[in-house]
Nanobody, 114 residues
Framework: QVQLVESGGDLVQAGGSLRLSCAAS????????MGWYRQGPGKQRDMVAV???????DYADSVKGRFTISRDNAKNTVYLQMNSLKPDDTAVYYC????????WGRGTQVTVSS
């Protein structure tokens, strides 16, 4: 089993920044892709950013230029630096990791006030 624990969610004003972290633990030999998804009120869960074990990243168009994903393979941790936050970024942010299969964290709330 693999556990993913997110942290860093908070209430922030528009234009502000937050950094999310997600640490993986458990029966891990190697982790493939890791990433962040989000689900806003009344919306489906959508991809925000993903990063391969080699460091190649992909972003949703809505966050390009504002968010940066990174990972520390030695710590089995993925990060999401979020700058220039907008009220539309308000959502529960879920960490994702592929370790033989997909695993999900329980989510961390990000609220951006206008």
């Amino acid at each position: 089993q693999v556990q993913l624990v997110e942290s860093g969610g908070d209430l922030v004003q528009a234009g502000g920044s937050l950094r999310l972290s997600c640490a993986a633990s458990g029966s891990i030999f190697s982790i493939g892709a890791m990433g962040w998804y989000r689900q806003g009120p009344g919306k489906q869960r959508d991809m925000v950013a993903v990063i391969t074990s080699g460091g190649s990243a992909d972003y949703a168009d809505s966050v390009k230029g504002r968010f940066t994903i990174s990972r520390d393979n030695a710590k089995n941790t993925v990060y999401l630096q979020m700058n220039s936050l907008k009220p539309d970024d308000t959502a529960v942010y879920y960490c994702y990791a592929h370790v033989s299969r997909a695993y999900w964290g329980r989510g961390t709330q990000v609220t951006v006030s206008s």
